[in-house]
């Protein structure tokens, strides 16, 4: 599946290459592996279970938790081992606290769902890929969902917002901006903002940015339809698409 270009080759509100492949880790109730660009994140899903420990769980719902680690390999950037841990443990809850708001945890009290997250390859917009590697792992496990939940990261460069950026732009020290939506009411989950970024721009980034989030759930749907045709033949059952 591709999105087509993105600003390293002069269209600056296009997006990265995006490929995606779903129910691929054995084992996992559910797993996809999503590629944006030469960004590369493998996403495993186990759940909803019982809860590994009694004190944690809630009787009213269930509770995510989620491991997120950047292969040593995999990055282009090689960091200090203390802060690529602290880093990994903000990005993993924040992936949960997004996941909290679109998961229907009402239907599993006393549960647990698991949410392990592998970047493969990094070159950019890892947060992004992560979380939307695991809205196709989630509904891959058949865990219910009030909507997709996208994302996509913006930046400004002389007055221009470029979309879906890698690590080059990224590292051009402009603001990095980052939303997660539910597209069919774009209800924003996450956001989050790396550097200033100026009111002037403020509305052109975020308006971007949510068709950002619009373009790549068609792009995850299509997948998805396409995954349910392949296991309703594999099953010899009509699926409703």
């Known amino acids: 599946?591709?999105?087509?270009?993105?600003?390293?080759?002069?269209?600056?509100?296009?997006?990265?290459?995006?490929?995606?492949?779903?129910?691929?880790s054995e084992g996992a109730d559910g797993s996809a592996l999503v590629e944006q660009g030469y960004t590369k994140v493998l996403v495993s899903v186990f759940g909803p279970h019982e809860c590994a420990n009694r004190n944690t769980r809630n009787h009213e719902r269930a509770i995510i938790s989620c491991s997120y680690n950047l292969a040593s390999f995999g990055s282009a950037i090689r960091k200090k081992k203390m802060n690529t841990d602290k880093k990994s443990t903000e990005v993993g809850v924040m992936i949960q606290n997004t996941f909290e708001a679109a998961v229907m945890l009402e239907k599993f009290p006393k549960s647990q769902i698991d949410i392990y997250v592998q970047v493969l390859q990094g070159d950019g917009g890892e947060r992004c890929v992560a979380i939307n590697a695991t809205t196709l792992a989630l509904i891959n496990a058949g865990i219910p969902?009030?909507?997709?939940?996208?994302?996509?990261?913006?930046?400004v460069y002389q007055d221009s917002v470029l979309l879906d950026i890698n690590n080059l732009?990224?590292?051009s020290r402009g603001p990095l901006f980052m939303?997660?939506?539910m597209p069919r009411?774009?209800?924003?989950?996450?956001?989050?903002?790396?550097?200033?970024?100026?009111?002037?721009?403020?509305?052109?980034?975020?308006?971007?940015?949510?068709?950002?989030?619009?373009d790549i759930q068609v792009l995850l749907d299509r997948q998805v339809k396409e995954?349910?045709?392949?296991?309703?033949?594999?099953?010899e059952i009509k699926p409703r698409v």
């Open 185 to 214: 009411t774009d209800s924003i989950v996450q956001l989050q903002l790396d550097h200033r970024l100026h009111n002037d721009h403020l509305d052109k980034v975020v308006k971007e940015t949510i068709q950002g989030c619009r």
């Open 169 to 171: 732009e990224e590292s």
């Open 227 to 235: 995954w349910t045709v392949e296991a309703a033949a594999a099953y």
């Open 1 to 24: 599946v591709s999105s087509g270009i993105n600003a390293e080759y002069g269209r600056p509100q296009e997006m990265r290459k995006l490929k995606c492949e779903l129910g691929i």
């Open 179 to 181: 939303l997660a939506v």
């Open 145 to 155: 969902m009030k909507d997709y939940v996208c994302a996509c990261a913006a930046t």
